[in-house]
């Protein structure tokens, strides 16, 4: 379960490191989240840029910066069809772009297979 203001972990190779949630999408009143849905959170620690991307135009977030995400991993455990449990160690999610895009070409660690649906086909390119 994810609340706002909770702070969740960025599995991906973008330079935010944790993320804050302040909206969860689905509803205006919405007050708890799960596996597979979309978050928008503020970058709060961020790594600076490294030396070897100056010369590109390579877009880094800054602190503060507002960030569309889906949420990957949750710490609450998530029942499967077949009547198994899944849950993980921490809260993590991945950045994607407007149009569920990822925003980074690697991710770290697992996705479950429940996520399987045809809007993050993307995710799964990269990780089969």
């Not at 708890?32 to 070897?52: D, M, N, Y």
Request: charged residues 30%.
């Amino acid at each position: 379960m994810i609340l706002k203001n909770t702070w969740l972990n960025i599995s991906d190779n973008t330079n935010v490191n944790w993320l804050q949630v302040f909206h969860l999408y689905k509803g205006f009143n919405r007050r708890k989240t799960g596996l597979g849905f979309f978050i928008k959170g503020s970058a709060r620690i961020v790594e600076p840029p490294r030396i070897e991307y100056k010369g590109f135009k390579f877009k880094f977030n800054k602190k503060g910066d507002i960030c569309r995400s889906i949420i990957v991993r949750v710490k609450y455990p998530t029942k499967r069809l077949d009547g198994s449990v899944l849950y993980f160690k921490n809260n993590n999610a991945v950045l994607i772009k407007k149009k569920q895009d990822l925003k980074s070409k690697y991710l770290f660690g697992p996705i479950p297979y429940n996520l399987r649906r045809k809007k993050f086909k993307t995710i799964y390119k990269t990780i089969i």
